[in-house]
Protein backbone atom coordinates (compact mmCIF):
# COMPACT_ATOMS: atom_id res chain seq x y z
CA UNK A 1 0.00 0.00 0.00
CA UNK A 2 1.59 3.33 -0.68
CA UNK A 3 0.18 5.03 2.04
CA UNK A 4 1.67 2.36 4.38
CA UNK A 5 4.95 3.12 2.79
CA UNK A 6 4.51 6.97 2.92
CA UNK A 7 3.96 6.18 7.05
CA UNK A 8 7.21 4.32 7.04
CA UNK A 9 9.08 6.73 5.27
CA UNK A 10 7.87 9.39 7.21
CA UNK A 11 9.15 7.12 10.37
CA UNK A 12 12.43 6.31 8.68
CA UNK A 13 13.28 10.07 8.28
CA UNK A 14 12.54 10.68 11.81
CA UNK A 15 14.75 8.04 12.99
CA UNK A 16 17.44 9.32 10.73
CA UNK A 17 17.14 12.78 11.67
CA UNK A 18 18.20 11.83 15.32
CA UNK A 19 20.87 9.64 14.25
CA UNK A 20 22.17 12.54 11.92
CA UNK A 21 22.23 14.41 15.70
CA UNK A 22 24.27 11.77 16.91
CA UNK A 23 22.01 10.71 19.36
CA UNK A 24 21.82 8.23 22.07
CA UNK A 25 20.19 4.68 21.18
CA UNK A 26 17.19 5.52 23.62
CA UNK A 27 17.42 8.65 22.17
CA UNK A 28 16.73 7.58 18.38
CA UNK A 29 14.03 4.68 19.95
CA UNK A 30 12.21 7.24 21.53
CA UNK A 31 12.10 9.19 18.22
CA UNK A 32 11.11 6.44 16.41
CA UNK A 33 8.27 5.48 19.30
CA UNK A 34 7.55 8.82 19.04
CA UNK A 35 6.98 9.32 15.05
CA UNK A 36 4.93 6.33 15.23
CA UNK A 37 2.56 7.34 18.02
CA UNK A 38 2.53 10.90 17.03
CA UNK A 39 -0.74 12.94 15.26
CA UNK A 40 0.61 11.88 11.92
CA UNK A 41 0.46 8.26 12.64
CA UNK A 42 -3.01 9.18 14.06
CA UNK A 43 -4.58 10.35 11.11
CA UNK A 44 -2.64 8.16 8.87
CA UNK A 45 -4.45 5.06 10.52
CA UNK A 46 -7.59 6.91 10.29
CA UNK A 47 -7.17 7.41 6.59
CA UNK A 48 -5.55 4.00 6.20
CA UNK A 49 -8.77 2.15 8.30
CA UNK A 50 -10.99 4.14 5.50
CA UNK A 51 -8.69 2.53 2.36
CA UNK A 52 -10.11 -0.98 4.02
CA UNK A 53 -13.50 -0.05 4.54
CA UNK A 54 -13.52 0.82 0.84
CA UNK A 55 -11.57 -2.11 -0.22
CA UNK A 56 -14.04 -4.08 1.22
CA UNK A 57 -17.11 -3.02 -1.31
CA UNK A 58 -20.25 -2.15 -0.71
CA UNK A 59 -21.89 -5.41 -0.88
CA UNK A 60 -19.61 -6.87 2.59
CA UNK A 61 -21.31 -6.94 5.69
CA UNK A 62 -19.31 -4.99 7.78
CA UNK A 63 -19.41 -2.49 5.38
CA UNK A 64 -23.23 -3.03 5.28
CA UNK A 65 -23.27 -3.22 8.99
CA UNK A 66 -21.80 0.14 10.13
CA UNK A 67 -22.62 2.12 7.18
CA UNK A 68 -26.46 0.88 6.23
CA UNK A 69 -28.62 2.90 7.70
CA UNK A 70 -27.07 6.16 7.00
CA UNK A 71 -26.73 5.32 3.64
CA UNK A 72 -30.65 4.04 3.62
CA UNK A 73 -31.19 7.54 5.14
CA UNK A 74 -28.87 9.23 2.27
CA UNK A 75 -30.87 7.49 -0.51
CA UNK A 76 -32.20 9.74 -3.03
CA UNK A 77 -29.71 12.54 -2.54
CA UNK A 78 -26.95 13.66 -4.87
CA UNK A 79 -23.32 13.54 -3.40
CA UNK A 80 -22.85 17.25 -2.78
CA UNK A 81 -26.55 16.71 -1.08
CA UNK A 82 -25.08 13.80 1.02
CA UNK A 83 -21.82 15.59 1.91
CA UNK A 84 -23.82 18.59 3.45
CA UNK A 85 -26.25 16.10 4.70
CA UNK A 86 -23.44 14.16 6.72
CA UNK A 87 -21.81 17.54 7.71
CA UNK A 88 -24.81 18.80 9.13
CA UNK A 89 -24.96 15.17 11.34
CA UNK A 90 -21.39 14.85 12.09
CA UNK A 91 -21.63 18.60 13.95
CA UNK A 92 -24.81 17.67 15.64
CA UNK A 93 -22.87 14.20 17.21
CA UNK A 94 -20.07 16.02 17.79
CA UNK A 95 -21.93 18.44 20.26
CA UNK A 96 -23.93 15.73 21.74
CA UNK A 97 -20.87 13.79 22.28
CA UNK A 98 -18.99 17.07 24.06
CA UNK A 99 -22.02 17.68 26.54
CA UNK A 100 -22.26 13.85 27.01
CA UNK A 101 -18.33 13.84 28.06
CA UNK A 102 -19.04 16.73 30.70
CA UNK A 103 -21.69 13.76 32.00
CA UNK A 104 -18.90 11.24 31.87
CA UNK A 105 -21.09 9.22 28.97
CA UNK A 106 -19.89 9.54 25.97
CA UNK A 107 -20.23 7.02 23.28
CA UNK A 108 -18.03 7.31 20.21
CA UNK A 109 -19.67 5.01 18.19
CA UNK A 110 -22.13 7.42 16.16
CA UNK A 111 -19.12 9.89 15.90
CA UNK A 112 -16.68 7.62 14.65
CA UNK A 113 -19.04 6.73 12.18
CA UNK A 114 -19.63 9.94 10.80
CA UNK A 115 -16.54 10.91 11.02
CA UNK A 116 -15.60 7.79 8.17
CA UNK A 117 -18.58 8.86 6.08
CA UNK A 118 -17.32 12.05 6.11
CA UNK A 119 -13.89 11.29 4.09
CA UNK A 120 -15.43 8.56 1.91
CA UNK A 121 -18.12 10.68 0.51
CA UNK A 122 -15.31 13.26 0.07
CA UNK A 123 -13.14 10.99 -1.30
CA UNK A 124 -15.94 9.86 -4.14
CA UNK A 125 -16.58 13.55 -5.05
CA UNK A 126 -12.58 13.69 -5.18
CA UNK A 127 -12.47 10.70 -7.66
CA UNK A 128 -15.26 11.98 -9.80
CA UNK A 129 -17.76 9.24 -8.64
CA UNK A 130 -20.85 11.40 -8.01
CA UNK A 131 -22.88 8.92 -11.25
CA UNK A 132 -21.91 5.99 -8.76
CA UNK A 133 -23.17 7.51 -5.79
CA UNK A 134 -26.39 5.96 -6.33
CA UNK A 135 -25.76 2.81 -6.93
CA UNK A 136 -23.26 2.85 -4.17
CA UNK A 137 -25.91 3.84 -1.66
CA UNK A 138 -28.31 1.57 -2.37
CA UNK A 139 -25.92 -1.82 -2.36
CA UNK A 140 -24.66 -0.20 1.27
CA UNK A 141 -28.26 0.18 2.72
CA UNK A 142 -29.49 -2.38 0.65
CA UNK A 143 -31.00 -4.55 4.05
CA UNK A 144 -32.68 -1.26 5.35
CA UNK A 145 -35.34 -0.02 4.74
CA UNK A 146 -34.99 3.89 3.32
CA UNK A 147 -37.11 6.20 5.56
CA UNK A 148 -38.70 7.73 2.56
CA UNK A 149 -39.79 4.35 1.34
CA UNK A 150 -41.31 3.85 5.63
CA UNK A 151 -43.82 6.97 5.47
Request: aromatic share 6%.
Amino acid sequence: MIRQEREQRRIGRAVAAARRERAPPMAVALAQIGAAFDEAAVIHGFKLRIERVIALGPDHAAVQARYGVRAAMLEGLTLDAAIARVERWWRAERKAFQIARVFGSAPRLSLDVLSELRLMLRLMRRQSLQADFATICAAVARDFASPAAAG
